[in-house]
């Protein structure tokens, strides 16, 4: 499975951004796809993840503010980003699991929110 991410890029704090993931490849189901993002010199961290039957669940720091959803056809998820924070800057990547395939990683795209 390929992962790339697009739709990082400098906000303003209070602004909004909307993170893509496109999935190619030999995708399995069921499956969860997920985001984690990445400051230096910090361990990765969950944001939020969707399952196959669109289950969803967000680390506490975003709930309320992010919005996790996915568009199967075109094997997209997608990770709308509301009321940025100062600290929400960092590197966002996607995720995509499957119990028989594993993990797979994409790049990453860099979300840097100004004051």
């Known amino acids: 499975v390929q992962l790339v991410e697009s739709g990082g890029g400098l906000v303003q704090a209070g602004g909004s951004l909307t993170l893509s993931c496109a999935a190619s490849g030999t995708i399995l189901r069921p499956n969860r796809m997920g985001w984690y993002r990445q400051t230096p010199g910090k361990q990765r961290e969950w944001v939020a993840h969707?399952?196959?039957?669109?289950?969803?669940d967000y680390a506490d720091s975003v709930k309320g503010r992010f919005t996790i959803s996915r568009d199967d056809t075109s094997h997209i998820v997608y990770l709308q980003m509301n009321s940025l924070k100062r600290e929400d800057t960092a590197t966002y990547y996607c995720?995509?699991?499957?119990?028989?395939?594993?993990?797979?990683w994409g790049k990453g795209t860099l979300v840097t929110v100004s004051s």
């Open positions: 995720n995509h699991w499957t119990a028989l395939g594993g993990t797979y």
């Open positions: 969707i399952s196959s039957d669109r289950n969803t």
